[in-house]
């Protein structure tokens, strides 16, 4: 269960990435509520995962999720550039997360 906590925290920490950008600096009420509601539920969640997970573990897989999430959207929602050697880099984080996940 542990590990189901930490793939939704990391779901939630994309969320409250990409909700950044939609705030327009804070200044914009929904995306910012639904912004700071999917940092509060990403925090908790990975808090349930560190009862039972290592914490450098934890922290390495959740930050990866969040950071492949992020940078994918990025590319699909805000036009970002999905160059060769981005999608390889975004590739050998997600390799680094299934090796943290096969170790733990």
Avoid: N
């Avoid at 779901?11 to 910012?32: D, M, Q």
């Avoid at 930050?63 to 929602?77: E, K, R, W």
Wanted: hydrophobic share 55%.
């Amino acid at each position: 269960m542990p590990w189901v906590y930490l793939f939704f925290a990391g779901v939630f920490e994309i969320g409250w990435a990409i909700g950044l950008k939609y705030t327009e600096g804070f200044t914009r009420p929904l995306p910012t509520a639904l912004t700071v509601l999917s940092m509060i539920v990403s925090l908790g969640l990975l808090g349930l995962a560190l009862k039972t997970l290592p914490v450098g573990t934890a922290y390495a897989v959740w930050t990866g999720i969040g950071t492949v999430g992020t940078a994918l959207l990025g590319i699909y929602l805000l036009g970002e550039p999905a160059t060769a050697i981005r999608l390889s880099c975004i590739g050998l984080i997600v390799a680094g997360i299934v090796g943290l996940k096969l170790v733990a």
